[in-house]
C-alpha cells in the first residue's frame, strides 16, 4: 500500500510538472541587443552552484543507490538464515 | 565478494577519486564557462545508461529465448541501474541548461525521448514489483523495447532540430578536454560493472531464498 501511494504520488508530480512546463512561455525578446558583460550582476546566473548541484546529485544518486542495495542485501541475508534454520536436514 | 570484483572495486575507487583533478584542470570551454563541466559527468553517465540499457535489452532477449533465469536477474540489475543513471542524466541535463540556454527543460526530441525511455524503464521496474505470475517474461519484452529506444535517443540530436548538442560534439572534442572525459567515461564504466555485479548477486540470493522457502513448503 505504501509503495503504490508512493508511485502515484510520483505518477502526480510528473504529470504537475509537464503541465506547468508545457504551459511556461519563453519571455518576449527585447529589441535591442545588450552584450552579457554589459550586464548587471543581479541578472548573471551564477555558474557554481550549478555544477556543485550536478555533481552533488550524481554523487547523491550513487550512494543512495548502493545503501538501498546494501541494506536490501542484509535483509534477504537476514531472511535466508531464518528460513534456512527451519527447513529440515536433506530438505534443500 | 570475487578477486574480479576487488579488482574493480579499488579501480574504481582511484578513478573517481581522481577525476575531479582532471576535471578542476581540464580548459574551461569558451562560450559557457565553468558550466561546461557538468559534460564529464553528463555525458559519461548518459552513455554509461545507454551501456547498460543494451544490456537489459540483450539479457531480456536471451532470458525470453533462451529460459535463462540468470539472465533475467541480469536484466532486472541492468534495468534498475539505468533508472538511477537516468535520474542523474535529466537532473544534472537541466542544471546545464539552465545557465547555457536560459531554461531548465525543452521539449525537443533528444530530452524528451530520453525521458521517455527513462519512463519505459521505470514501469519495466513497475511491472517487476506489481505484475504478479508471469511479469518477469512481460517486462523481459519492455526491457528490449527500452533498449530499441537507444538509438533513437542518440541519433535524435541529428535528425530532428534541437537546442541540445549534435553527436559531433565529442569526436571534435578539443585534445585537452577529450582525456578528462574519456577517463570519466571509464570510470563511469568501471562504477556500473561493479553495481551490475552487486545487483545480480542480490537478485541471485533472493531466487536462493524463493527456492528455500519452496522447499520449506514441501
Redesign the interface.
Known amino acids: 500500500m505504501k509503495?503504490?501511494m508512493c508511485?502515484l504520488a510520483t505518477f502526480a508530480v510528473i504529470m504537475l510538472a509537464s503541465g506547468r512546463?508545457?504551459a511556461w512561455q519563453?519571455p518576449a525578446a527585447q529589441d535591442g541587443f545588450v552584450p552579457v558583460e554589459q550586464l548587471g550582476n543581479e541578472e548573471r546566473?551564477p555558474?557554481?552552484p550549478?555544477?556543485a548541484?550536478?555533481?552533488g546529485?550524481?554523487w547523491g544518486?550513487?550512494l543512495f543507490?548502493?545503501w538501498t542495495?546494501r541494506r536490501?542485501?542484509a535483509r534477504?541475508?537476514r531472511?535466508?538464515a531464518d528460513?534456512?534454520r527451519?527447513?529440515p536436514p536433506g530438505?534443500? | 565478494m570475487t578477486r574480479l570484483f576487488t579488482v574493480v572495486l579499488i579501480v574504481c575507487i582511484g578513478m573517481f577519486g581522481y577525476a575531479p583533478f582532471l576535471i578542476v584542470n581540464a580548459p574551461y570551454e569558451s562560450t559557457m564557462g565553468l558550466v561546461q563541466k557538468i559534460f564529464y559527468f553528463h555525458v559519461a553517465a548518459a552513455l554509461t545508461m545507454f551501456l547498460s540499457a543494451f544490456v537489459a535489452g540483450i539479457a531480456s532477449a536471451v532470458f525470453l529465448l533462451g529460459r535463462r533465469p540468470s539472465m533475467d536477474r541480469v536484466a532486472v540489475a541492468a534495468a534498475e541501474i539505468t533508472v538511477v543513471l537516468g535520474f542523474i542524466v535529466l537532473v544534472s541535463g537541466p542544471l546545464w541548461a539552465r545557465k547555457a540556454w536560459g531554461v531548465w527543460w525543452q521539449w525537443d526530441a533528444r530530452l524528451t525521448s530520453t525521458l521517455v525511455m527513462w519512463l519505459v524503464f521505470q514501469s519495466y521496474l513497475l511491472l517487476r514489483t506489481y505484475g504478479g505470475p508471469g511479469s518477469d517474461r512481460l517486462s523481459s519484452a519492455v526491457g528490449i523495447f527500452g533498449a530499441a529506444l537507444v538509438p533513437f535517443v542518440y541519433w535524435s540530436v541529428n535528425m530532428w532540430r534541437t537546442v541540445h548538442p549534435t553527436t559531433n560534439v565529442v569526436p571534435t572534442l578539443d585534445p585537452s578536454m577529450r582525456g578528462p572525459f574519456l577517463f570519466c567515461v571509464l570510470a563511469f564504466f568501471c562504477l556500473y560493472a561493479l553495481l551490475l555485479m552487486t545487483r545480480t548477486a542480490l537478485e541471485t540470493r533472493r531466487a536462493e531464498l524463493d527456492a528455500l522457502y519452496l522447499s520449506l513448503e514441501d
Do not use: F, M, N, T
Request: glycine content about 6%; overall charge positive.
Open positions: 509503495r503504490l508511485v512546463l508545457s519563453p546566473l555558474a557554481a550549478l555544477v548541484g550536478a555533481y546529485v550524481a544518486a550513487i543507490y548502493v542495495i536490501r542485501l534477504i541475508e531472511e535466508l528460513v534456512a527451519r527447513v530438505g534443500r
